[in-house]
């Protein structure tokens, strides 16, 4: 199956991939978003003052 | 002169070093014309492979902001280490690992069993986690690894130049392009930003720093005209490089240390203990305690912008 990478796409916020998949035909079989990026605000915001989270979570994006 | 070819990648960060290079406003057409940029994925459209194909040395300049948390974000920082003369560890994150560093008090494990499997919003009842392989009907599909620990830039490749700030403000951006515009460089491995504290840049009228509790922000409305820390907040000025314009305590907010240790310091956490500690009134072991116990999330505010970059790296566990 013939495969074409758009690595990264790019003009946007966010880091990502898409990996489109054609068949014999030359016709679009499946597509896959990947999202190669984790920090993990879920986490490590625990144990910080709720009073500090707003300088905190402005640093999940920035645009 | 030629001009200079240019490239900005973001790793493990918010885009907001991105956004804080176009805050040149009208000096960005003086950056558009002593230099091309070859890539840069929030503004214009190179692939990877485009970079893949350059000769080494080929780029001049490389900003790279984000810290390195994944296998892909190493493998990029190498790559454009080999395609460019210059590489600037571009924000506090690229520098220090900023934010994302914050997640070196936990480890991998805890990071993807939060975000994957206990958080509220997800919907995940057979507690699939990414995989760096993961086999399709199509073929493989692959992912990064990601990493226990977040590093800096410097842990990865030899950095050039640093440029501080989360993110660095319009003043230290203006010198980056005073250095490419007048070809002079610094010596390896300087610092773009002041050459002194925090404190020394800071307006604010200081007197005696003697302090016999530590308040928390919104416990009290501190006095506009005063040192933060002479009023009892934990403001990170003393062990904080200058040259950000203060934008945090002109608002009556204690600094919280995104320009990184000042010059002569290694380690930014320790240097705010080593302050504190000289200008709180500790009588007795029951003064330590009341200490520890104001002190709330003391490493967790000490090190939030610096985790990766201190001695103290990450949390053993």
């Known amino acids: 199956m013939k495969r074409i990478s758009i690595d990264p796409f790019t003009r946007l916020e966010g880091h990502g991939r898409i990996d489109i998949f054609l068949n014999d035909a030359g016709e679009v079989a499946n597509v896959y978003l990947r999202i190669p990026e984790l920090r993990g605000f879920e986490k490590f915001c625990e144990g910080r003052p709720v009073e500090e989270l707003p300088r905190i979570v402005t640093r999940i994006c920035g645009v | ?317």
Not at chain 2, 106 to 135: G, V, W
Not at chain 2, 287 to 296: C, H, N, T
Request: hydrophobic letters at 40%; glycine letters at 6%; charged letters at 25%.
């Open chain 2, 1 to 317: 002169m030629a001009k200079l070819k240019l490239a900005a990648y973001w790793s493990a960060s918010c885009g907001g070093c991105d956004v804080a290079i176009l805050d040149l406003h009208e000096r960005i057409l003086e950056l558009a014309n002593i230099a091309d940029i070859v890539f840069w994925p929030i503004a214009v459209d190179f692939k990877y492979h485009h970079v893949e194909a350059m000769p080494d040395k080929f780029i001049d300049v490389c900003l790279f902001n984000g810290a390195v948390r994944s296998s892909e974000q190493e493998h990029i920082a190498k790559l454009l280490r080999a395609k460019s003369k210059l590489m600037i560890a571009y924000g506090a994150c690229a520098c220090f690992g900023g934010i994302p560093s914050l997640a070196n008090f936990y480890n991998r494990a805890q990071i993807m069993e939060r975000a994957y499997i206990e958080a509220p919003t997800n919907d995940n009842p057979n507690h699939i986690l990414p995989q760096t392989l993961t086999t399709v009907a199509e073929g493989q599909l692959e992912l990064p690894e990601l990493y226990d620990t977040v590093k800096t830039l410097s842990q990865v490749v030899e950095a050039d130049f640093f440029v501080p700030g989360c993110p660095p403000v319009r003043g230290t951006n203006d010198q980056i392009v005073d250095v490419l515009a007048s070809g002079e460089l610094p010596p390896k491995g300087a610092v773009i930003a002041s050459a002194k504290a925090l404190c020394e840049e800071c307006t604010r009228k200081k007197e005696e720093k003697k302090i016999t509790r530590i308040y928390r922000p919104f416990e009290i409305i501190p006095d506009p005209e005063k040192c933060l820390l002479e009023q009892g907040l934990i403001c990170m000025g003393p062990a904080t490089r200058g040259g950000c314009g203060s934008k945090c305590i002109k608002v009556n907010m204690p600094c919280r240390g995104c320009y990184g240790p000042p010059p002569g310091v290694i380690d930014q956490g320790a240097k705010m203990l080593s302050a504190l500690a000289s200008i709180y009134d500790v009588k007795d072991d029951d003064g330590i305690e009341r200490l520890k116990a104001e002190a709330v999330d003391a490493a967790g505010t000490f090190y939030r912008f610096s985790l990766a970059d201190s001695l103290l790296n990450r949390k053993r566990m």
